[in-house]
């Protein structure tokens, strides 16, 4: 799952709460007797390190549906005005021709497929889990999916006919909640009271089994076609690394034997290795068991960035040490003489999960997106810029910088896939609205960055340091115009392109129109306004990431 959600993730509390056990005690009355032994179980779990997994493990579907069902009561989470188009919508149906259009799409623009990700909760939205725990909240980064797809195709005269479409994700827990229940069955786990949290963890597990495996992602090597992947568990092994041929045959899975459950989101590739990045936002269910947050970013513990040759294991694995932080997303990585170097957005601290109680969600993404003048560690701590770490693959040294300065937080990178793994010119990302985001407690992007990774623009002076930074362009969109899913077209069938020479192609939403569109960018003039703007057929959800899949030329 693309990781932009900006949700207050804590989870506080301790089990040793008088309030939780006097209800526990009260619901045992009042739960029929098939279902009382069951909940024995889980009632001497909460204040012990226990697995349970062996005692429950033979409770059959029906008797653990009957327990969520006495115990669990959904609730609705209300939206701010400002969150509206983070409400889901309805699944459209067959392909919807677009035909309202504003300018034109060029001749030698790809045929293919615009396909974005995002959350798209089931039953009217986000949901609370009310129980004699007390609450878990969903937040954006859980809960069902949705892909939404423009199709560019040409008729045999070549003009463009352009149609969009949308798809739930029908993973086993949306078929199940979808056609077997028609209700939400799903508990939320990630923010909430601590017991609340746990059992909501437990039962999932027994229920649908796939609870523990949060998050993977993928990167394509240079040159070949293989896709190398990656995945993290809350249990181990945590981290799981492997390379899959172009036709789509496993060729290689190993265990890195991390130490730790880090919520690691993207892996890099350059010609010869896979980057992994270790950084310290991790998951620890025994934390959960002692009144802790399941999810946290630990300040204080180590950042690595691990170098492995493509088909290596655990051992092979170089790592080095950096200074701490959080890079939820790579721009791009690529071999220069002995270094390798890495290219991402860093921030100081992780947006999730959450502020610690002191700060209220808003007042903490407020200070969090702003730096004072002074660069005070109490601003700014949300704040990503592009950031370089050059990794000497003889010495072992590390020389890390920023890339961007302090005028504007950026994330989501992307570039042109051609160069992928390989050194390039030009980048580009996303630029976080930080007003706009603080008031809604929430990400949202309003422009992007073209980053010209050769060119030196300026130099600032941070906590006493000079800094070198590079050339940036902006392209700005209207007041109350968001974009999500932002991604570089190549332009189609020319010879001897320069790296810029296409497209960007983005989800925008208008907030005060309620409409979104699709926006076409000339990245050669990216300043300027859009070359072509097409307006769907319903409000599309702001989402994650995106990808654009040229189809084959017809004959």
């Not at 990781?3 to 939780?20: D, E, K, R, T």
């Not at 204040?47 to 115990?71: E, F, H, Q």
């Not at 302090?406 to 992307?414: A, I, Q, R, Y």
Request: aromatic share 12%.
């Amino acid at each position: 799952m693309a990781f932009s959600s900006y949700a207050n993730l804590q989870v506080h509390g301790s089990f040793q709460n008088p309030f939780i056990f006097h209800g526990l005690n009260h619901l045992k009355t009042s739960l029929s007797s098939s279902v009382k032994p069951l909940f024995k179980e889980l009632q001497q779990l909460l204040p012990r390190k226990v697995d349970v997994s062996k005692t429950m493990k033979n409770t059959s579907g029906k008797m653990l549906d009957a327990l969520v069902d006495s115990i669990f009561q959904f609730v609705d989470q209300p939206l701010l005005p400002s969150q509206k188009n983070f409400a889901p919508v309805e699944e459209i149906g067959d392909h919807v021709e677009v035909t309202w259009t504003e300018g034109e799409i060029p001749a030698d623009f790809a045929e293919g497929v615009f396909i974005r990700n995002g959350i798209n909760p089931l039953f009217g939205g986000l949901k609370s889990a009310v129980s004699i725990f007390r609450q878990t909240q969903h937040t954006w980064v859980e809960g069902e999916g949705m892909l939404h797809a423009l199709y560019f195709k040409k008729d045999h005269d070549g003009s463009w006919i352009i149609s969009y479409n949308n798809r739930y994700v029908e993973t086993e827990t949306f078929k199940l909640e979808k056609q077997k229940h028609n209700k939400p069955c799903f508990l939320p786990a990630l923010e909430g009271d601590a017991a609340a949290v746990v059992a909501a963890y437990i039962l999932n597990g027994l229920r649908f089994g796939t609870i523990n495996k949060h998050l993977s992602n993928t990167n394509k090597a240079p040159n070949s076609g293989k896709l190398v992947i990656m995945g993290v568990d809350a249990k181990k092994p945590y981290y799981v690394l492997g390379v899959i041929s172009a036709d789509g045959k496993l060729l290689h899975k190993v265990d890195l034997e991390f130490k730790r459950s880090t919520l690691s989101h993207d892996i890099g590739v350059t010609q010869k290795y896979n980057v992994i990045i270790d950084h310290p936002l991790t998951v620890d269910v025994k934390r959960v068991t002692m009144g802790g947050p399941l999810l946290k970013y630990e300040k204080e513990e180590y950042a690595r960035i691990g170098v492995m040759p493509r088909y290596g294991d655990a051992e092979s694995v170089k790592w080095f040490e950096v200074q701490t932080n959080c890079t939820f997303h790579i721009l791009n990585c690529f071999e220069e003489a002995n270094e390798v170097v890495v290219r991402g957005c860093r921030a100081l601290t992780s947006f999730l999960p959450g502020p610690d109680g002191v700060l209220n969600k808003y007042e903490w993404f407020s200070k969090g997106f702003n730096f004072a003048d002074d660069h005070s560690a109490e601003t700014g701590y949300l704040f990503s810029r592009l950031y370089e770490w050059r990794l000497n693959m003889v010495s072992g040294n590390v020389e890390e910088r920023n890339l961007t300065g302090t005028d504007f937080s950026m994330d989501f990178p992307f570039i042109n896939e051609q160069v992928t793994g390989l050194k390039h010119k030009y980048g580009y990302t996303q630029v976080i609205d930080s007003m706009a985001s603080s008031d809604t407690g929430m990400g949202k992007y309003g422009s992007l960055a073209k980053l010209y990774l050769e060119e030196s623009n300026s130099t600032s002076f941070v906590e006493g340091k000079c800094e070198d930074l590079i050339k940036v362009e902006y392209h700005k969109f209207e007041e109350k115009n968001f974009c999500s899913g932002s991604v570089f077209v190549a332009r189609h069938g020319g010879k001897g392109m320069e790296e810029d020479d296409g497209w960007i192609v983005t989800f925008v939403h208008n907030e005060e129109t309620d409409v979104t569109q699709v926006h076409v960018i000339d990245a050669k003039k990216f300043e300027s306004e859009p070359i072509a703007k097409l307006t769907l057929p319903q409000r599309v959800p702001y989402g994650f990431h995106a990808t654009f899949v040229s189809m084959p030329c017809q004959s």
